[in-house]
């Protein structure tokens, strides 16, 4: 066993295991150095896995680094995405690519996204982050290679977190029926997950029973032995008859001081002096050349932002937030937030309603649901923790909803709306329950988690279904406005959409609110403050004043389109209606309506695949008989049918063309379409 030349079958490098060790330790360095770089990502878990990846990679794994798509070679399968990292430390220790390229992490065009894709690096077998469905993929993979006759293993690392995903045991079930003995799966046993300790989010454990009982051979061992380790992956390969689960005890942030057994360490990122101390407490301080790798980082991100700036449409001015230059000091400036701020201040405010229980998906203090009890132990009660199971959480919901109770539950958009889809359609819409679904961190703007995480299509789905109702806040405060309403007033199914990155804070207390109303947002003057800059009105109450073209928007893409309205007046002296659609479902089609009549030109503008907003602006523009006859020039601008990819959350709304740079350059062309039309009707 071990690394070969795939053409001529000879053993390339054998390690001893002091060897072994020592790389594993070698591996968490460059690992906390990449980390350090990209200024996220999961310190905790990569550190507890290490001396297993190392293992694999360097020992027990037949793959050829030169010839990564060896039809022979043994899969590894990280069905835990998070823990990229050590994935690609240990493809770059066995030779896949450079180590040192690994700095690049999570930085935009770098192969080493977030979360891995197979089709960005060579060595990465499947691409993962939404966790529990790799050992899926390795029954797959594994039947695959029965039907071809094939010796070579799947091997498919996991959390032990992740075992509360249902689909982990429907997998587990299928390797046990099917018999699949060239399947060995490993459980990361560092006994933490985000929210605290796996038993007490909710227990996996007795896992050992629990596989034997499917079918599996179980092998039970210190996941920092190195010894250990390599006798149970050679054990594992001459089990016959049944898949084989080494369960790994390890310590999460295994040997850094400061990281071991602090859930806090789970998803962060050390900073400058904390790598210093990490990497002295893991004995390479003198071996890793830290300065060279971050000045290598540095580069990679010079260049990219230097790419991504030179495409990025020029004005006379620097229009963009909170820009200052010598001629428009304290201009326009804005205060920022996350709108996720405003769902977590709503359900402290309301949470002393008794029908209300929040429901914990082990994501909850940066979704900010556990603003609900943190600081109200009478609260207690009324928040359950269902672990890493969207599915089941959301059918427990419905359960909930149907003996009265009004259940929240909310995870990344991508988990609560999408992994849970057809939950939310039968057992909440169908039935057409009293729940509230949060959608968190949606958007491109999640940023360097990338594109697992970038929740680009659950507005096609949640718009979809009938009996429920779809909000999109614009800032944190409109998001604590919505909350509110949909806790306390609005029953039925319900869906909110907020983000993870702070955004500019565009509304105040007294800006109007009213549950399926549009307002209209218009440019009276620059201002030292953008906010008093801006008059909003509620749609229905605003008198038509001619202007050139409106912009429709919801969600954080309002204060990109009020930004753009001022980059056009400035530059252009064109007039811009903005059009807040914070509800999307009702959809306020008197406002559409009267926004295409008056300014014949209508953009809409969504932080999503284009289509959701569009879709039913363009519906309302088809078919309303207001509109019958009524010349109107429309445009999308939203993210083109791709999907998203890691880098800093304001790149991306860059790169996906989603700035007020971008909705200017579309306006000025569809301006332009206008004046030609109507100069045409004139000469004709
Ligand atoms: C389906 C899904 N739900 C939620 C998340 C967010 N998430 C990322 S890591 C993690 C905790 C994982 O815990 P565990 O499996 O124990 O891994 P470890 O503690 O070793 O990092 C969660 C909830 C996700 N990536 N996928």
């Known amino acids: 066993m071990s690394l070969r030349d795939a053409t001529t079958g000879q053993v390339t490098k054998e390690y001893s ?62 069905s835990a995405g998070h823990k990229a990292p050590a994935l690609y430390v240990s493809l770059g220790i066995a030779g896949f690519c450079p180590l040192d390229d ?47 006759g094939k010796n070579h293993k799947i091997f498919c690392l996991m959390g032990d977190g992740e075992q509360q995903e249902g689909q982990v045991w429907e997998a587990a079930m299928e390797a046990g029926h099917f018999h699949l003995d060239n399947i060995v799966a490993v459980i990361d046993c560092n006994r933490l997950q985000i929210d605290g300790w796996v038993k007490d989010v909710m227990q996996v454990e007795p896992l050992a029973a629990k596989y034997a009982a499917f079918g599996w051979e179980v092998l039970r061992i210190d996941g920092h032995d190195m010894s250990q380790i390599v006798d149970a992956l050679e054990q594992a390969r001459a089990v016959t008859g049944k898949p084989v689960m080494i369960l790994a005890d390890t310590v999460k942030g295994k040997g850094v001081s400061f990281m071991e057994n602090q859930p ?45 700036e030179a495409r990025m449409p020029r004005y006379s001015r620097d229009f963009w937030w909170n820009a200052r230059d010598a001629a428009q000091i304290d201009a326009m400036q804005v205060a920022m937030e996350p709108t996720r701020k405003g769902f ?48 089941s959480a959301t059918a427990a919901a419905a359960g909930l909803a149907r003996e009265g109770k009004l259940p929240v539950l909310g995870s990344y958009a991508t988990f609560s709306a999408a992994r849970n889809l057809d939950q939310v359609r039968v057992s909440i819409c169908y039935s057409n329950l009293n729940v509230l679904v949060a959608g968190a961190h949606a958007g491109v703007s999640v940023g360097a988690d990338g594109a697992t995480h970038q929740a680009l299509e659950d507005l096609f789905a949640m718009l979809g279904l009938p009996n429920m109702t779809v909000v999109v806040p614009c800032d944190a405060i409109e998001t604590r406005k919505a909350t509110r309403h949909l806790l306390l007033e609005h029953v039925g199914p319900k869906y909110i959409r907020f983000a993870r990155e702070a955004t500019p804070i565009v509304s105040s207390e007294s800006t109007p609110f009213v549950f399926g109303k549009a307002n209209v947002i218009r440019l009276r003057a620059e201002k030292a403050d953008f906010v008093d800059a801006f008059e909003t009105r509620l749609a229905e109450d ?53 926004a295409a009549r008056e300014t014949g030109v209508v953009i809409t503008a969504e932080e999503h695949q284009i289509g959701a907003l569009a879709g039913r602006v363009s519906l309302v523009l088809a078919t309303n008989p207001k509109l019958y006859g009524v010349p109107v020039i429309a445009s999308a601008i939203g993210v083109k049918d791709r999907f998203g990819e890691s880098g800093a959350p304001w790149e991306l709304v860059k790169v996906f063309e989603l700035s007020a740079e971008h909705i200017a350059e579309t306006a000025l062309e569809l301006v332009s379409v206008k004046k030609h039309a109507a100069e045409h009707l004139v000469t004709a």
Not at 29 to 57: F, Q, R
Not at 114 to 121: A, N, T, Y
Not at 363 to 383: C, H, L, M, N
């Open 17 to 78: 295991i002091d060897e072994l060790r020592d790389a594993a330790q070698l591996m968490r360095g460059y690992n906390l150095v990449a980390l350090c770089a990209a200024g996220s990502g999961h310190a905790g878990g990569t550190l507890s896995i290490m001396d297993i990846a190392a293992a694999l990679y360097l020992h027990a794994a037949e793959h050829d680094p030169k010839n990564p798509d060896w039809p022979d070679r043994d899969r590894i399968l990280w």
């Open 102 to 148: 690994i700095v690049t992490l999570r930085k935009l065009g770098s192969p080493f996204q977030g979360h891995p894709h197979w089709l960005k690096l060579p060595g990465i077998e499947i691409s993962s982050g939404s966790l529990g469905q790799g050992l899926s993929v390795a029954v797959g993979m594994a039947l695959a290679a029965r039907i071809d």
């Open 264 to 308: 806090g360490w789970h998803g962060k990122a050390p900073n400058r002096e904390e790598l210093t101390a990490a990497l002295a407490d893991l004995g390479l301080a003198e071996r890793i050349l830290v300065d060279n790798l971050l000045a290598k980082a540095k580069h990679w991100q010079a260049e990219a932002s230097h790419a991504l």
């Open 344 to 391: 977590g201040r709503a359900l402290a405010e309301c949470g002393d309603d008794e029908r209300i229980v929040c429901i914990g998906l082990d994501i909850s203090g940066s979704i900010t649901i556990a603003d609900f009890y943190s600081g109200k132990p009478e609260r207690a009660r009324r928040w359950i923790s269902m672990g890493i199971a969207e599915q």
């Open 542 to 594: 605003y008198a038509d004043e001619g202007e050139d073209l409106s912009i429709v928007a919801c969600g954080p893409m309002v204060p990109e389109a009020m930004r753009t309205a001022w980059i056009l007046k400035q530059e252009f002296g064109l007039e811009t209606r903005v059009v807040n659609l914070h509800t999307l479902k009702p959809i306020d089609a008197e406002a559409i309506v009267r």
